[in-house]
């Protein structure tokens, strides 16, 4: 059996170099395109977040370079993240047929660590249904969703939300992975499709009217034609973005999270994270968190964590919480929790979630 060992040595690479030098000297040793089974064992003193983090970027950068992720491939992938006397020392395994060769490299760990104790992350089901969701938003008493053919309106009965009246929407062709979002101050609310923007009331009866706009969704950047991405001069393509501080950060279409600030010029990026990204304000910690999904594709299952940023790296600071199938959108609703839509891959059921942080006690 050819066994191919790579050991990662970079004295002074950070560890996302590290990540991005081990994947693409792995994609030089495997043939195009081809299936991997991949490992991560810690063996240092890392903590379980950031193993999950070294993960989650191996695996994007495979993916970027066209490999598949499979249990049952026949290349094998054993990553160990180990320590020295002199610090860390990564080493990757790899067997496939019968070849062995070894590369090396040491991260060196950010300077700055967060200082944040694990936190509580929790999720409330606010809808589940066949039809797909683009955006959800519960008030007290009313609910609102936006689907790709209408607008539906909810009234709470006792534990319920009951169907009350729906809208249609301009019929479109939409593009692949269509995005919608929902924005409502008082009795007034806003709908943004691609190159769609509406406008309505909630109460006292539900009302809507629609024009042609590329006009910016709420985030401040308009959706690029005909794509489901968004785009802002400066800035590479990018489906989400969350403000941290100072600076934002934009979840890029390469796979890769990145820095930017006020005005929106690139100062660095990392990996590990997927496409939808949104920051809360909890008073936890340090006080704003970063609730991210991991890279994956609509075929896979997913999960959201909290994150802080400590030396312009994300840390965990909660556990992962697993769905069955994939987020297929993730947008802020209020200061302290998030909306997210997922589509189960077993029932093919759509439903909307609050999810929310709790402190540690």
């Known amino acids: 059996m050819l066994r191919l060992i790579l050991v990662l040595f970079s004295l002074l690479a950070p560890p996302e170099d590290s990540v991005l030098e081990l994947a693409r000297k792995i994609a030089a040793a495997l043939g195009p395109r081809e299936a991997v089974a991949l490992t991560v064992r810690n063996a240092s003193s890392l903590a379980a977040a950031e193993v999950a983090g070294v993960r989650r970027e191996i695996e994007s950068q495979l993916r970027a370079r066209g490999f598949t992720l499979a249990s049952d491939a026949p290349a094998?992938?054993?990553?160990?993240?180990?320590?020295?006397?002199?610090?860390?020392?990564?080493?990757?395994?790899?067997?496939?047929?019968?070849?062995?060769?070894?590369?090396?490299?040491?991260?060196?760990?950010?300077?700055?660590?967060?200082?944040?104790?694990?936190?509580?992350?929790?999720?409330?089901?606010?809808?589940?249904?066949?039809?797909?969701?683009?955006d959800a938003v519960a008030l007290e008493s009313l609910l609102v969703v936006l689907e790709p053919t209408e607008v539906v309106?909810?009234?709470?009965?006792?534990?319920?939300?009951?169907?009350?009246?729906?809208?249609?929407?301009?019929?479109?062709?939409?593009?692949?992975?269509?995005?919608?979002?929902?924005?409502?101050?008082?009795?007034?609310?806003?709908?943004?499709?691609?190159?769609?923007?509406?406008?309505?009331?909630?109460?006292?009866?539900p009302a809507l009217q629609c024009e042609e706009s590329d006009a910016p969704w709420p985030i401040g950047a308009p959706l690029k034609k005909g794509s489901n991405t968004f785009e802002a001069e400066k800035?590479?393509?990018?489906?989400?973005?969350?403000?941290?501080?100072?600076?934002?950060?934009?979840?890029?279409?390469?796979?890769?999270?990145?820095?930017?600030?006020?005005?929106?010029?690139?100062?660095?990026?990392?990996?590990?994270?997927g496409s939808d990204i949104a920051a809360v304000e909890t008073g936890c910690g340090g006080g704003r968190q970063v609730l991210?999904?991991?890279?994956?594709?609509?075929?896979?299952?997913?999960?959201?964590?909290?994150?802080?940023?400590?030396?312009?790296?994300?840390?965990?600071?909660?556990?992962?919480?697993?769905?069955?199938?994939?987020?297929?959108?993730?947008?802020?609703?209020?200061?302290?929790?998030?909306?997210?839509?997922?589509?189960?891959?077993?029932?093919?059921?759509?439903a909307a979630f609050r999810i929310s942080l709790t402190c540690s006690r």
């Open 235 to 273: 800035l590479p393509p990018f489906y989400s973005t969350a403000r941290v501080g100072e600076y934002s950060l934009a979840a890029g279409v390469d796979g890769r999270t990145q820095w930017f600030d006020n005005a929106t010029a690139a100062t660095g990026s990392f990996g590990g994270w």
């Open 153 to 205: 309106f909810y009234e709470r009965k006792e534990a319920r939300w009951e169907r009350r009246q729906a809208i249609a929407l301009p019929q479109r062709v939409w593009p692949r992975d269509l995005r919608g979002r929902l924005a409502i101050e008082g009795d007034s609310f806003e709908a943004f499709l691609p190159g769609l923007a509406c406008k309505g009331k909630v109460q006292p009866e």
């Open 76 to 134: 094998t992938v054993a990553v160990t993240l180990a320590e020295n006397w002199q610090g860390g020392v990564w080493i990757a395994e790899i067997r496939h047929g019968d070849k062995r060769e070894v590369v090396m490299v040491a991260p060196t760990r950010p300077r700055e660590r967060a200082a944040a104790t694990p936190m509580g992350i929790d999720r409330q089901l606010i809808l589940e249904q066949p039809d797909p969701i683009l």
């Open 292 to 350: 991210a999904t991991r890279p994956s594709d609509a075929n896979e299952t997913d999960a959201v964590q909290a994150y802080e940023i400590a030396g312009r790296q994300p840390v965990g600071v909660s556990p992962a919480l697993e769905f069955s199938g994939p987020v297929t959108a993730m947008w802020a609703s209020g200061p302290a929790s998030v909306v997210a839509i997922t589509r189960d891959l077993k029932t093919g059921q759509y």
